[in-house]
């Protein structure tokens, strides 16, 4: 799986405007945000006994991560997530304002134990949790993702899904 470009990007998504906030944070269009953006509850951690993270991600790919998060509950790896760090965070990228907008901004990109995996490292997340991300839409940051060639963020899982005859997810 590769990253989208721009174009597909905003083509699924959307186009929106915004505001430039404090240290690379964006405040987008309210309109954009209450059409587009949706809350979900996922379980995480202990199979057994699973904690539950409350997530705001794009309403494109909240069943994707549902299904994926569904599909890790019923193989018994819920452990394999041990933090989920977020989907819907309005910022540039790296949070620095020369850069354009993190595909975070859009709520379609998810991070995943950003504690044990951060930006920059080589470290990779269980194969199991890869695939499994995968098989709903989402290739991740780590050095053999597919979705960058020099860049390392291992968190990081991005929404690479184009549709069919052109329609929308």
């Not at 405007?17 to 949706?38: L, T």
């Not at 057994?48 to 193989?75: G, N, T, W």
């Not at 930006?119 to 995968?134: E, F, H, I, N, P």
Request: contains cysteine; charged residues 20%; glycine residues 8%.
């Amino acid at each position: 799986m590769a990253a989208l470009s721009q174009v597909q990007w905003e083509k699924i998504f959307g186009t929106f405007s915004y505001k430039e906030g404090k240290s690379g944070r964006v405040i987008p269009d309210k309109a954009w945000v209450a059409a587009n953006i949706v809350r979900l509850r996922v379980p995480y951690g202990n199979d057994s006994d699973p904690l539950i993270a409350m997530l705001y991600c794009h309403r494109k790919v909240a069943l994707s991560i549902e299904a994926a998060f569904d599909e890790l509950e019923q193989a018994g790896l819920l452990y394999l997530v041990r933090s989920v760090d977020g989907c819907y965070v309005p910022r540039h990228i790296l949070w620095k304002p020369a850069k354009p907008l993190s595909r975070h901004s859009w709520g379609g990109a998810l991070d995943l134990n950003a504690k044990y995996f951060p930006y920059g490292s080589q470290k990779q997340q269980d194969a199991r949790l890869v695939a499994a991300l995968a098989r709903h839409g989402f290739a991740c940051g780590h050095k053999d993702g597919g979705l960058w060639k020099t860049t390392y963020d291992p968190m990081h899982f991005e929404w690479t899904y184009v549709p069919p005859n052109k329609e929308q997810p």
